[in-house]
């Protein structure tokens, strides 16, 4: 079983910057699963936002949606079995509730692990 547990949430001004982390802890847990980062607000479906996936020798390949490309950045601290999102320039839109994925195989669904989510607000 592996238990996933965000933290960085918060209310911004549109503009601002935020920083997510999540940390998996578990007896499964390897650095070669895939983890990352969904959002949903109220009355829509949870959509990807970002995504790591191991291609080995310690390396991941990052994958973004089209719709914070160029404004969100992924990355993986195994030292602390943690996934880090860093969200610049955050829109009125970024508003949802975040949740932290892991999977063994891929962020694809069925999803194996989810974390508890925590609120991002964006006011403009």
């Known amino acids: 079983q592996v238990q996933l547990v965000e933290s960085g949430g918060g209310l911004v001004q549109a503009g601002g910057s935020l920083r997510l982390s999540c940390a998996a802890s578990?007896?499964?847990?390897?650095?070669?699963?895939?983890m990352g980062w969904f959002r949903q607000d109220p009355g829509k479906e949870r959509e990807f936002v970002a995504g790591?996936?191991?291609?080995?020798?310690?390396?991941?390949?990052?994958d973004y949606a089209d719709s914070v490309k160029g404004r969100f950045t992924i990355y993986r601290d195994n030292a602390k079995n943690s996934v880090h999102l860093q969200m610049n320039s955050l829109k009125a839109e970024d508003t949802a509730v975040y949740y932290c994925?892991?999977?063994?195989?891929?962020?694809?669904?069925?999803?194996?692990?989810w974390g508890q989510g925590t609120q991002v607000t964006v006011s403009s």
């Open positions: 578990g007896r499964t847990f390897s650095s070669s699963y895939a």
């Open positions: 994925a892991a999977d063994p195989i891929g962020l694809a669904n069925p999803i194996e692990y």
């Open positions: 790591t996936r191991w291609i080995g020798s310690n390396r991941y390949y990052a």
